[in-house]
C-alpha cells in the first residue's frame, strides 16, 4: 500500500533503521517502526491487537516487505507529533518534550484510547502545566487537562487564572466539559464564581461613600461613586492579578470621598482616619479572597 506523502521526519529509534516487528502509520503517514513487546507491555489494547492473527503475505495490502521479513502496517488516526511523544513515554527512553498545551492534551487522548496509565502522562506533563507561560497562554487548557488527569494541584493552580473568563459562553463551556471529560470541571469553576462575587459586594461595601468627612464643626460631606455593577466589573479585574496592592483606597474601591472644608485641619484628620480603616479592611478581604477552586473537588 503507498503511504501518504509526509515531512514529519521519523527518528531512532522508530525510523526504518530501527530495530522493530511492526510499523506504526499516523494519519498524515509517517511510519514509526516499533516493537511489539514494548507496546504489549504497555498497552492492552496493542497486546490484544498483537494478539490476533496476523495477515498472510498475499492477503494483506496492509503489509511492508523487507529483505528479513513483511512488518505489519497498523494504521492509526494520531498524527506523527502524538504517536512519536506517546512512544517516546513508554519507551525507556529520555521523555517527550511538550512544548504545548495542545500536544499534551492529544499525548493524554491517545493514551486513554489505548489504556496507558495515566501516571505515566501525568509524570510528563507535569512540567508543562507548572510553567507560567502556559497558564498565561491558555489557562483554560491547563485547567482541563489537569481535570482530565486528576492533578489537583495544577486544576487548583489553574484556575486562578480563570476569574475573567466569560462562564456563560456556551463556546467557553463546552470547551470545559469537552476537554475535561467532567461536567464538574465547569460547575466547580462557578462554584469559585459565586464566592467571589459575594467576596467582590463584601469588598465594595467597605468603601466609606456615605461616611461624613466632616467635622462636627462643618455641614456633613458624604462621597460619591459609580454604579455597584461597574465597580464590581472593575474590581474583579484588579482582582485577577495573584498579589493586588491596595495602596489607594479610593481608587482600589472606586469611590470620591467626601471632604469638608480644605482649611479645617479637623475634617483632614477625620478623612484621612476613616480612609486608613477602610483601607486596612479591604487589605483584610484581599487576603481573604478566594481565588481557586476547592481541592475537595477532587474527593
Partial sequence: MTAPSTSFIVQAPFDTESLGDCIIQTSEGAEFKVLRA????????????FGMPSPTLDAAENVKTGDA???PVIPVSEDAETI??????IYPLAPPSIQSITLAHKLATASAKYFIETAKVQLHVRAILSQSSSLEMDAVGCYTLAWRLGMEQEAVAASRYLHSLDLGSKT???RIVTESGDLEALLALWDLRVRTDKALDDLLALAPVLADMACCSHRRSVGTCETHS??????RERMAPPNPVCDNVEA??????????SDCSECAKKKSTRLDE?????RVAIKAYPRAISGQVFH
Fill in 172 to 174: 467557553a463551556a463546552k
Fill in 69 to 71: 521479513a513483511p512488518l
Fill in 38 to 49: 514494548i507496546l504489549s507491555m504497555a498497552s492492552c489494547i496493542f497486546r490484544d491487537m
Fill in 252 to 261: 482600589f474601591l472606586e469611590f470620591q470621598a467626601g471632604n469638608g472644608p
Fill in 278 to 282: 477602610a483601607r486596612t479592611a479591604a
Fill in 84 to 89: 512519536q511523544a506517546m512512544l517516546q513515554m
Fill in 230 to 235: 461597574k465597580r464590581r466589573e472593575n474590581l
